[in-house]
């Protein structure tokens, strides 16, 4: 196929699913996930309420702190190396959970792009020299019966923004762990050992931009980034839409 034909068979297809898109909206005009009020995904005055994450916050961790620092309490006491560091876009307070929720649980993977957004606009704070992007992995099982996994969609409105490339095969999930929800920082820990695998061939030698919803303590990023050094990357970073405080 010519690239003249690759083109217009893009077009063809962006406009069908414009058409698809314009004719569901009209069916079934979209409620904002968070207020319900009709007309977004995310209207405007919960988009307002949403805290972005500013300094002064720890320089590893991404923990917001009283005063700049290099390391915080939590995170000398448990460094998340080796990813390091660990950026978000927003704080983890509402409107976010429940937004986050309808993301995950509720089928409204459409906020993927308004919450990538989110993510894009903080990445000229937080910009890092990366080569290549991974949404944190959910075992196959769960991203089956979810219908899709949420870090991936993030990564890919973010990376389509942004210039960067998303890789979905770098990074596998091959131990299907509890949810972290609920679980102690020790507990986070043991649970989510050993539950990836990377890929050397897609990541050996680059510096991976790992992408979660959200941070809490820091233990899935540090257990993705220890596969991903396993298999050769030379460095690895993280970046959430949300961190919890
Ligand atoms: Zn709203
Ligand atoms: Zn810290």
């Known amino acids: 196929m010519t690239n003249r ?12 699913k414009h058409l698809t898109n314009n004719l569901l909206n009209f069916i079934f005009p979209p409620v904002c996930a968070n207020c319900k009020k009709p007309g977004q995904l995310l209207c405007a005055e919960c988009l307002a309420a949403i805290t972005w994450l500013e300094k002064p916050i720890c320089a590893h961790c991404g923990r917001v702190v009283a005063k700049e620092t290099s390391r915080c309490p939590a995170c000398s006491r448990t460094p998340l190396y080796p990813v390091d560091p660990v950026r978000a876009a927003v704080i983890f307070a509402e409107p976010i959970p429940t937004i986050i929720h309808q993301l995950k649980y509720n089928g409204f993977f459409g906020l993927a792009a308004p919450l990538a957004n989110l993510m894009v ?4 704070k937080w910009h890092m020299p990366v080569d290549l992007v991974v949404g944190v992995p959910l075992h196959p099982q769960r991203e089956k019966k979810r219908g899709y996994n949420q870090s991936d969609l993030l990564a890919h409105h973010f990376c389509n923004q942004v210039g960067l490339n998303a890789d979905k095969k770098a990074l596998q999930r091959v131990r299907n762990t509890s949810p972290q929800v609920g679980l102690g920082a020790s507990e986070r820990v043991s649970n ?3 539950a990836f695998v990377a890929d050397g061939l897609r990541v ?5 931009l790992l992408v979660d919803d959200v941070c809490t303590t820091g233990s899935t990023l540090k257990a993705a980034a220890e596969a991903l050094m396993a298999a050769g990357a030379k460095r ?3 970046y959430c839409l949300a961190r919890a405080l």
Not at 7 to 13: E, I, T, V
Not at 204 to 208: D, E, I, L, P, R
């Open 236 to 238: 690895v970073s993280g």
């Open 204 to 208: 050996a030698g680059k510096h991976v």
């Open 192 to 194: 989510v050992a050993n």
């Open 121 to 124: 606009e903080a990445w000229s």
């Open 5 to 16: 034909t690759h083109l217009l068979g893009d077009s063809w297809l962006l406009q069908a």
